[in-house]
């Protein structure tokens, strides 16, 4: 049976590694693009980052340029995010989030949730410390709004 642990990601870095890396622990997987809209909410991506991270929480942000709104490089796009909004959370190199080059996450995700297509940048999925997800957050559903399911996903089951 394949769980969240089976999937590997690329950090911008160039260091690819398997999500088994974080078991245990809280994941909130976001798509994100850097010239959307929605790009405000890295602020409150990144808030919940500083004050969970010791206790378990894990944000990563897989950008996208699935809705043409992300810069032409990922070198770009993570300078973007640190400069205007601090990103100090992990950032992943670029992926897609539908259709045929669907990065495997994300197909894993979507069938998850219940829930096809991505629709917009922004798509959020809390996943608990036992590898299960929690809840897919629509695009507008700000990282404020879903504090409290992160807090009692820390204390499910803490260590």
């Known amino acids: 049976m394949t769980s969240i642990y089976d999937f590997s990601v690329t950090s911008m870095e160039g260091e690819t590694f398997k999500l088994e890396r974080f ?3 809280v994941l909130l997987v976001v798509n994100t693009a850097s010239k959307c809209g929605l790009a405000p909410q890295l602020e409150g991506l990144e808030a919940l980052h500083k004050k969970y991270h010791d206790q378990g929480l894990v944000v990563i942000g897989l950008p996208s340029n699935q809705f043409r709104q992300e810069l032409d490089s990922d070198e770009a796009a993570s300078e973007y ?24 996450l994300f197909d894993y995700l979507k069938t998850e949730s219940g829930h096809g297509r991505i629709k917009w940048n922004y798509t959020k999925f809390l996943v608990g410390r036992d590898g299960q997800l ?12 879903f504090t409290d399911a992160v807090v009692a996903a820390l204390d499910s089951n803490a260590n």
């Open 23 to 25: 078991r245990d622990q």
């Open 81 to 104: 995010c640190q400069v205007h909004y601090g990103v100090t959370f992990l950032m992943t190199k670029r992926v897609a989030v539908n259709g045929d080059d669907t990065d495997p």
């Open 134 to 145: 929690v809840h897919r957050y629509a695009p507008t559903t700000t990282p404020e709004s």
